[in-house]
C-alpha cells in the first residue's frame, strides 16, 4: 500500500462505502477527497444493504438519498480484470497470513484493476500490495 497526503490529491479515485456513509453521517475528513470519485457495485450493493436494513423510515430515507447518489456515479462493474485482480490479492493477502473483509477486497481489486487509488475513512485497505489508498 502507499499513502497519499494533503495536496497530492489523485484526479481519479474509487470510493469506499466508507466515504459515503462518513457523508451521510457527516462525519469530518482529515483531509478532502479527490474532486472525481467513482464507485464499484459493491458499494452500491452495501449501501443497498443499509436501505433495507434501516430500523425506522426517517433512517431508510437517509440512506436511500445516499444510495442514488451513489448510484448515479455509473457504478464500475466486477469484470474478468477485477476478477483476476481480487484472486490475486486474496492469495497474496493468504499467503502474507493477513485477513481482509470479503467486500472490501473487491473493492480493492477494483481500484487496481482500474488503475486507481482507493479512498477510505478506515484502515481496511492498509495492507494491501499494490494499492494506492487516499485517507480522508
Known amino acids: 500500500m502507499t499513502a497519499r497526503q494533503g495536496s497530492q490529491r489523485p484526479e481519479l479515485a474509487l470510493a469506499g462505502t466508507s466515504v459515503f456513509i462518513a457523508i451521510e453521517q457527516d462525519r469530518a475528513f482529515t483531509d478532502p477527497p479527490p474532486l472525481n470519485v467513482a ?3 459493491v458499494t452500491v450493493g452495501e449501501l443497498r444493504l443499509g436501505v433495507l436494513a434501516a430500523s425506522d423510515g426517517s433512517t431508510r430515507a437517509q440512506r436511500l438519498e445516499t444510495l442514488s447518489r ?3 456515479l455509473d457504478p464500475l462493474p ?3 480484470r477485477v476478477a483476476h485482480a481480487w484472486a490475486t490479492l486474496r492469495l497474496a493477502l493468504r499467503d502474507q497470513g ?3 473483509p470479503l467486500n472490501d477486497s473487491w473493492i480493492a481489486a477494483t481500484a487496481i484493476a482500474n488503475g486507481i487509488p482507493v479512498v477510505s475513512q478506515d484502515a481496511d485497505y492498509d495492507e494491501v500490495p499494490g494499492l494506492e489508498v487516499v485517507r480522508v
Open 78 to 80: 466486477i469484470d474478468s
Open 98 to 100: 493477513k485477513r481482509m
Open 39 to 41: 464507485v464499484s457495485v
Open 70 to 72: 451513489v448510484e448515479s
